[in-house]
């Protein structure tokens, strides 16, 4: 099979592409290396740099291609409050030529990454897919822009997305300047600088966490069940949520506290029952081993 993978140099693409070329696909890359990272690209993997906003550049890439995945995007909240038009015009309009690009080419499948930021601040502890959406930054609401777009490409040029909306991961090649970096990546490197751990808010705000390795393993079981069709949305995560303080103090070091930032919802646990049922998976990776493994990866980053 043939595979492409939007942004496949970043943190997230780069470790499902390792784990595409260990099952020995075929594997082809887009990414404009604005976050990703030229070391962290498979050398088994055919490589174009360029931009997912250049449709007329990207669209002959998708010719043969059998399933995409699409990570390309600014993950960056904070960034997307500063600069909402930068972030929805790769966000929005980035997704909606991927979208277009795989249509076109008759594509068999699109996994697109959503995200938890979609829920937003919400009165349930516990978020289904039934949930209703509530964002609240520019970032979540461009994620869920792009599964309204899944759905109606769906429904009109019958090309089977499924999005998985993605809680807070870490792990290997984390990076620490976007928000797949926050909480376990900033204090693991604020650590490792001999600096204090630095905590927006009063810590008690909880967040669920998915191992990039976990995230690897159930992409690809998205991408080929048979029992997904398309339209489907399935949250990604661990089974637990944990306060920002419990993790620091999993890390340990000194902590300093600062006041919350706009667009930084409380409290984030998926419900991922529907994952269970659908993909039959459940994440491996405990919090306290990948914090270590992840741990691991930067003291050889570093050095």
């Known amino acids: 099979m043939k595979y492409l993978v939007t942004g496949g140099a970043g943190f997230i693409g780069s470790n499902l592409v390792d784990k595409l070329i260990e099952q020995n696909h075929e594997v082809v890359i887009i990414d404009n290396l604005s976050s990703g990272k030229k070391e962290d690209l498979n050398p088994k993997a055919k490589f174009y740099n360029l931009d997912i906003c250049d449709f007329e550049k990207i669209k002959p890439i998708f010719s043969g291609i059998d399933y995409v995945f699409h990570l390309a995007a600014i993950p960056r909240v904070f960034f997307s409050v500063e600069n909402p038009t930068e972030t929805s015009k790769t966000n929005i309009l980035g997704t909606i030529n991927v979208f ?48 309204q777009f899944a759905k109606l490409f769906l ?14 991961v870490y792990g290997p090649r984390i990076d620490f300047d976007t928000d797949y970096g926050l909480v376990v990546g900033k ?34 079981k998205a991408m080929e069940s048979s029992s997904l069709k398309g339209g489907e949305i399935i949250n990604i995560s661990g089974e637990n949520s944990y306060s920002v303080n ?15 930032r706009d ?8 419900d991922v029952s529907l994952a269970k049922k659908l993909l039959d ?23």
């Open 100 to 147: 277009k690009a795989a249509a076109q080419a008759k594509v068999k499948r699109v996994v697109f990454y959503s995200s938890s930021a979609v829920y937003g601040d919400q009165k349930e502890k516990i978020f289904k897919e039934s949930t209703p959406t509530n964002p609240v930054s520019p970032y979540g609401l461009q994620k869920l822009v792009g599964e």
């Open 155 to 168: 429904e009109l040029y019958k090309i089977p997305i499924v999005c998985l909306r993605v809680f807070n």
């Open 187 to 220: 204090f693991l490197y604020l650590k490792s600088q001999n600096k204090p751990l630095t905590i927006y808010g009063n810590g008690e705000q909880t967040r669920g966490f998915c191992y990039v390795g976990d995230l690897a393993d159930v992409s690809i």
């Open 246 to 260: 419990h993790i620091a103090k999993i890390i340990g070091g000194k902590i300093i506290y600062l006041p919350k």
């Open 263 to 270: 667009g930084d919802p409380e409290n984030t646990k998926a």
């Open 281 to 303: 998976w459940s994440p491996k990776i405990n919090l306290e081993d990948g914090i270590k493994k992840t741990s691991q990866w930067l003291d050889n980053y570093i050095k």
